[in-house]
């Protein structure tokens, strides 16, 4: 061994990728920890006196185009959809979806990869789902075949999965269950589409005789489905419901056993204290069921209506639901936390839950919190939002929209960051009164309570754009700022402004963990599609005296993740050759101008191309010069765009001629 003093003095670029790192995880860091913050704005004015309001539902397609399906507030209050390229300045389509009678506020709509738009209605006339599809963004509407137009149905829920093999179109599967008829048998059932939507095939019962979630649903023991998603890697189906069990010293007598329990009977709207995740590996043809909730023994209902769940990017699963203070049970719906589960996809019903997490802890002082619904991005990114009550002296609470993210919620202990969304408030009252329960005290309260009594909206909507900042639309109820007075003209709540509104996130932590402006990072989706680039409709090859001038655009979409939430794609360099060409322009044929001094070179391979980085990525353009006449003759331009992950598109090319009039000036055409 040398004598000489032995260092441990690392290379230079090894210092230089460390400290690059570290400003990495600190940027992250500062932006993580920034508040959290949402822009509203009504895109609906109220429903007239045949609805009381709406529950509107949306979803994010092709180029960041979002849409929304919600009720007029015209006559008739009939579902229609309206779009927005910024999530805040909406266009109504031109029609309304088609099939539509009497329709109420259960409402749904999903986007297609191939910019089909399908919308959906819960009809009073037929008590089925009047649903219709458009491909040229509401001009015209086509009606849905099969499921959809059967009776008995309510709450649908739309999810639009990979294409299906043999059609090469989008499948899309409708969730939804039996009403009347689950007194006598109760099931969520799901339909599948293999052909966009235009056709539904016959249901399939997500439970069978002889299992736990089976027996739970009978006697019509669940008040509905509450969310259906697809893993867009592997087709993988989930369907999410809730349902009560009637824990016993005999054993579980499932739903229709909640007398024996102590339990009331409940119909329509039931506290549930239990959610049920099933999943179909082949197409939503066979289903097995996992039970990740379960307060039956305690009595703590899990469910203001509905809960709520989804896949974050890398196909993880999630359960988010409100749950009551430990000794609060039915017809108590107050002082609900936010709370939620995770378990790692798999291919059985052997879904490994988590421990329960809470992004807010319940509380036997506060009004609480209801109607939660959420948003995954990145894996352990998530958003949960739900209406948060305010007790007021003297009168009973205000609601508002909430919002809570964390951005580590795979950990033991989730760092939240939480806001208001909106000052406008969305109804008063308990939150027993907004959950329909008006009555107890007798076998029969439940019945009552769910046919009878007033509630507040159950469903509306959450999703991400692609930049991967939430986005949702709520109603805001016109209620009184007391809600038992019933006068003509009651006082209104402060702030009062009914009507549908969507909110976008403005500020705090991207729902994705990567920079907005490089690479994706590791729990994400793996970006290996390149960008896409196209010449200038007009204008795209200039020739004006010593100056050749390129213009075009360049675009990338990123990658596809579980959940359909792209990766936001970056165009990092636009690259751009031109070669005077002879012949058909291959082997030793082409003369490649360069950057400076238009110095063009002699006759080359074709395959030693000059490469000349174009100014901008969106929109790009370069310009050549050249100190003498450019030879008339063929031109070839190529062009190739590499986004922030290294992918390369196959390069586009154009032939150009150059020519010279009369007067002796440059010409170039196509």
């Not at 932006?31 to 009504?42: G, N, Q």
């Not at 829920?157 to 409708?174: C, E, I, N, Q």
């Not at 976008?504 to 590791?522: E, I, N, V």
């Not at 751009?576 to 291959?586: H, L």
Request: contains cysteine; charged residues 20%.
């Amino acid at each position: 061994m040398s004598g000489g003093r032995r260092t441990t003095r690392g290379p230079a670029w090894a210092w230089l990728l460390a400290i690059a790192l570290v400003v990495l995880v600190v940027q992250v860091a500062i932006a993580d920890a920034s508040p959290l913050r949402f822009r509203s704005t009504k895109v609906m004015g109220k429903v007239n006196p045949n609805l009381p309001w709406t529950e509107p539902r949306i979803s994010v397609g092709p180029h960041d185009l979002r849409w929304i399906v919600t009720n007029s507030d015209k006559s008739g209050n009939e579902a229609v959809v309206t779009s927005s390229r910024d999530g805040l300045h909406w266009k109504l389509a031109a029609n309304p979806p088609a099939g539509q009678t009497s329709a109420t506020p259960d409402v749904d709509v999903v986007t297609m990869h191939t910019g089909r738009v399908l919308a959906s209605e819960l009809d009073d006339a037929g008590i089925n789902f009047p649903t219709s599809f458009t491909d040229n963004r509401g001009r015209t509407w086509t009606q849905s075949k099969g499921t959809t137009q059967t009776a008995d149905q309510d709450r649908q829920w739309f999810a639009v999965g990979p294409d299906d093999p043999s059609t090469h179109k989008p499948r899309v599967y409708l969730l939804y269950h039996n009403l009347f008829s689950g007194q006598g048998n109760h099931n969520m059932f799901v339909a599948a589409s293999n052909d966009g939507g235009a056709t539904f095939g016959a249901p399939v019962p997500t439970t069978l005789p002889g299992s736990d979630a089976y027996a739970d649903l009978q006697c019509a023991d669940s008040g509905g489905p509450s969310a259906i998603w697809v893993n867009e890697h592997d087709g993988t189906v989930y369907a999410e419901f809730t349902t009560r069990a009637s824990p016993t010293s005999g054993g579980d007598l499932g739903g229709c056993g909640t007398a024996a329990s102590g339990q009331p009977f409940e119909f329509n709207i039931v506290a549930a204290t239990r959610v049920w995740l099933a999943q179909s590996t082949d197409g939503g043809q066979t289903w097995t069921n996992s039970l990740a909730v379960d307060d039956a023994k305690s009595g703590q209902i899990v469910s203001m209506q509905v809960a709520s769940g989804g896949l974050d990017r890398e196909g993880n699963v999630y359960v988010a639901y409100p749950e009551g203070p430990l000794g609060r049970i039915y017809p108590d719906y107050s002082g609900a936390g936010v709370r939620y589960k995770w378990a790692r996809p798999a291919k059985s019903d052997t879904l490994k839950w988590s421990p329960a997490r809470t992004l807010v802890p319940a509380s036997k002082a506060l009004a609480g919190n209801v109607l939660v619904h959420m948003q995954a991005g990145d894996a352990g990114r998530l958003v949960a939002e739900y209406w948060r009550g305010q007790k007021r002296k003297g009168v009973e609470p205000v609601w508002h929209m909430y919002a809570s993210m964390t951005t580590n919620g795979l950990s033991a202990k989730p760092r939240v960051i939480e806001t208001r969304i909106s000052k406008v408030p969305t109804d008063t009252g308990t939150a027993s009164e907004l959950m329909g329960a008006c009555t107890s005290g007798n076998p029969f309260s439940g019945i009552v309570n769910g046919l009878a009594c007033g509630r507040s909206p159950d469903v509306w909507g959450v999703t991400a754009n692609h930049s991967c900042r939430a986005e949702s639309v709520w109603p805001a109820v016109d209620a009184p700022n007391n809600p038992h007075d019933q006068s003509a003209k009651p006082k209104k709540v402060p702030g009062d402004n009914p009507g549908t509104w969507v909110s976008k996130q403005t500020r705090g932590p991207s729902l994705c963990g990567h920079s907005q402006t490089g690479p994706l990072f590791a729990g994400g989706c793996p970006d290996r599609r390149p960008p896409i680039s196209s010449y200038a409709k007009r204008n795209a090859a200039t020739l004006k005296n010593d100056r050749l001038t390129i213009r075009g655009s360049s675009r990338d979409t990123g990658c596809k993740s579980a959940n359909l939430i792209p990766g936001t794609g970056r165009v990092a360099r636009v690259l751009v050759s031109v070669a005077k060409i002879r012949g058909p322009g291959d082997g030793t044929s082409c003369r490649f101008l360069s950057k400076r001094g238009g110095h063009l070179t002699g006759y080359r391979s074709c395959s030693r191309q000059i490469l000349v980085k174009a100014k901008g990525r969106r929109h790009w353009k370069t310009t050549f010069g050249f100190p003498v006449t450019l030879p008339r003759g063929q031109w070839r331009i190529r062009v190739q765009g590499i986004d922030g992950s290294g992918n390369r598109e196959s390069p586009k090319v154009f032939r150009l001629t150059v020519s010279y009039g009369p007067g002796g000036g440059p010409r170039a055409s196509r």
